[in-house]
């Protein structure tokens, strides 16, 4: 549903549901003061030569403006709930967001710690034998880490330092681990 107003194109399609429902309303308040409003209009233009006619016609004027004020009184009910809803649905939103946001369990910040270290995904083969050394050598080095960062605050520079740190084990475990005939002899400067 799109709403073409003077200077203004909405597309509902992105909006909360709570404000597609409370323009909703809006729209319709306005189609049955609309409506009340020309009916008045007509009433002023049909003629009334006796008195029963023009008590009627009074009858009829304030019936309207009974109906307008109705319509108005009906908006600003709904209104009261719509803020509710409106805010129930933020929270909703706020809380999905926050989930994927959510720390990780000791498990998964380990295991993607050990990813890191070892720059290499889970289950690749390659000198395995030197590689479960050093999974083991990150994993203690780790868990020292996790004990160390679940005391401390969480901040970038702790993370980066303990990024570093983990780098710097991995090459000192890598270069004491790995034979002499499969050390890496193109150094980067």
């Known amino acids: ?7 203004i194109n909405l597309t509902l399609s992105n909006m909360l549901n709570s404000t597609k429902e409370r323009l909703e309303r809006q729209e319709k308040r ?12 007509n009433l002023k233009e049909m003629k009334a030569g006796t008195i029963d006619e023009i008590s009627r016609k009074l009858d009829l004027l304030h019936g309207y403006d009974a109906e307008i004020l109705m319509a108005k009184t009906e908006y600003n009910h709904d209104q009261m709930f719509h803020i509710m809803d409106e805010a129930i649905e933020r929270g909703e939103k706020i809380a999905e967001e926050a989930e994927k946001y959510a720390p990780k369990t000791p498990e998964e910040r380990k295991e993607e710690i050990i990813e890191e270290a070892t720059g290499i995904e889970k289950d690749e083969g390659l000198m395995l034998e030197i590689m479960d050394d050093l999974t083991e050598a990150v994993e203690e080095v780790a868990e020292t880490e996790m004990k160390e960062m679940d005391s401390l605050t969480s901040s970038e520079e702790t993370v980066k330092t303990v990024a570093e740190e983990m780098e710097e084990l991995d090459r000192q475990a890598l270069d004491s681990s790995i034979p002499e005939q499969y050390k890496r002899i193109d150094y980067r400067i």
């Open 30 to 41: 306005d189609n049955q003061i609309a409506f009340f409003e020309q009916q008045k209009v």
């Open 1 to 7: 549903m799109n709403i073409k107003m003077p200077g």
